[in-house]
């Protein structure tokens, strides 16, 4: 373990890996945000719906394009591209979304300061009609649930990130970093469409290691009427997952309870907070 952490510390090797999907309009400004680190970033490009905007898209910006064979999932998806990305770590970076320039940074920083990191993760504003806002809330709801995982001392606790996931899903998944060199063999569930992300998590939560949360807003999550989340709140998937997944960590009575709160909550991704 002592050798691991002193080859982190002579070297962060990390690489942002774009997940794209289709014509996004908004997937240029997420590249130029990855390449306009403070920090020089590796920065790649998956795909499983290549078309001839992306390819000259990546051409221009300079980045490796990887195309996946098969039809589009997003677990299949996601897997491709933790894959494609050459590097210890990994932040598989949403199309849509925008990363302020101290994101790396900061990433390297604190792995520094991990011992046995799994992942790391950060604040986030969301990006709605061009405009970042930091405070609502859900965003306020989800700071409360991740805020003991500020402190150093319980990075590693396993009952404290449980006891934080067993009450909802407050990791921003385009924000995180995994450490890709330890679970070589890590995969996202592909029986889970909406809810893979907190599966993934939760899973790894009872690996030996460290949860390391990063309380600065390093990146803004883009809420817009086509993204696939809004679509999915919207025909309801969402919400039979997260409940399979809270009754991982709770009796059904008190899963369903727990349920009812956070469909409120996520009424936010729905512009209604």
Not at 11 to 40: M, N, R, W
């Amino acid at each position: 373990m002592a050798k691991e952490t002193d080859s982190i510390r002579q070297e962060f090797d990390h690489c942002f890996v774009v997940c794209a999907y289709k014509e996004s309009p908004y997937i240029g400004a997420c590249i130029e945000s990855l390449k306009g680190q403070g920090v020089p970033a590796r920065v790649v490009v998956s795909t499983s719906t290549p078309n001839g905007r992306l390819a000259a898209l990546c051409e221009k910006q300079g980045v490796p394009l990887f195309i996946r064979e098969g039809q589009s999932g997003l677990a299949a998806d996601w897997n491709f591209a933790l894959k494609a990305a050459p590097a210890d770590f990994v932040t598989i970076a949403h199309q849509d979304d925008i990363y302020h320039r101290d994101y790396l940074e900061k990433m390297r920083e604190y792995a520094w300061r991990a011992k046995n990191p799994i992942l790391l993760f950060t604040d986030y504003a969301e990006l709605r009609g061009g405009v970042a806002v930091e405070d609502n809330r859900l965003l306020r709801v989800k700071r409360k649930i991740n805020a003991v995982l500020k402190r150093p001392a319980f990075w590693g606790s396993r009952f404290v990130r449980r006891r934080s996931l067993a009450v909802g899903n407050a990791i921003c998944c385009p924000s995180v970093c995994i450490h890709k060199a330890r679970f070589p063999d890590f995969a996202f569930d592909a029986s889970f469409i909406c809810a893979l992300d907190w599966d993934a998590w939760s899973r790894l939560a009872d690996e030996q290691g460290e949860f390391i949360y990063i309380p600065e807003i390093l990146m803004c999550h883009r809420i817009h009427e086509e993204s696939e989340t809004t679509r999915l709140i919207a025909n309801g998937a969402r919400f039979s997952e997260d409940l399979a997944i809270l009754s991982r960590y709770w009796p059904g009575p008190v899963a369903r309870f727990i349920m009812g709160r956070y469909k409120a909550s996520a009424k936010s991704n729905e512009g209604t907070l």
